[in-house]
């Protein structure tokens, strides 16, 4: 998976195909030396719907677990949802370790995501 290999994380911000959708389409490691803009993001995002896409993201450490978390308790705590695409065994396999698994809702798509939330 191509990663920037300074541990940088790139956020891509993209419309969803409905209203109230927005995907973050994250590149690179979720680590604590990058997730302040992740959080940034997240916070100042106001969608109904919020699809994370980490289809190209190799690896998030305890740190970047928090993050997930509080992201999603953010987006509940509003009535908003947030989705989750693309996670791979590795990261699914840190987010059972920790015991969060359970908070987050696990598409294979960005489409699938999308659909679910229309």
Do not use: W
């Not at 927005?22 to 959080?39: A, S, Y």
């Not at 896409?53 to 705590?77: E, K, N, W």
């Not at 791979?88 to 908070?103: C, D, G, M, P």
């Amino acid at each position: 998976m191509p990663f920037m290999p300074d541990g940088a994380l790139q956020i891509e911000e993209l419309s969803g195909s409905c209203p109230g959708v927005k995907t973050f389409r994250l590149t690179g490691p979720l680590l604590l030396t990058n997730l302040f803009e992740f959080q940034a993001k997240v916070r100042a995002d106001s969608s109904p719907t919020l699809i994370l896409d980490f289809s190209q993201v190799p690896l998030v450490d305890s740190a970047g677990i928090g993050a997930m978390v509080g992201a999603y308790i953010s987006h509940q705590r509003d009535g908003r949802s947030l989705r989750l695409v693309g996670v791979n065994q590795r990261i699914h396999q840190a987010l059972q370790v920790t015991q969060v698994e359970s908070l987050f809702r696990f598409y294979n798509t960005v489409a699938e995501a999308e659909q679910s939330a229309a």
